[in-house]
């Protein structure tokens, strides 16, 4: 039996990005889930972002846009007018969501790209655009 070399593959600073981002989430929910005696706090996560989006997802306006995906890992609904999205660590509540609902399991993506569009029918727009050379990115 032979073996073939596997190719060797490179992350872009996005994807790397996205994966310290989703292991951050899942150490947090697991810190959460202990802090609470074993119970499941419900509060959405961001689970994956892309930053200088060149080639994918499109806005409604056909535009690139930087994108957040925004999951709820429970199984209640969650309403997330209660939550915002932060590019500023000093600006907690710089992007407050409408008034939508994130069924169980469900994801949402949050357009980051500065058009502030906040009606709950259709796409959602940050009032900020995303850094693709790094920032601070929260969902509180």
Known sequence: MSSVPHPRRTLSPGAFLAIIAGAIGALVLAHLFKARGGRQSAHPVISEFQAANAVGVRDEDGETADWIEVWNPFSETLALERWALTDDFRA?????????????GEFLVVFATGKNRTNPAA???????LDPSGEYLALV
């Open 92 to 104: 907690l509540q710089k992007w407050r969501f409408p008034a939508v609902q994130l069924g169980p």
């Open 123 to 129: 796409a959602l727009h940050t009032n900020f655009r």
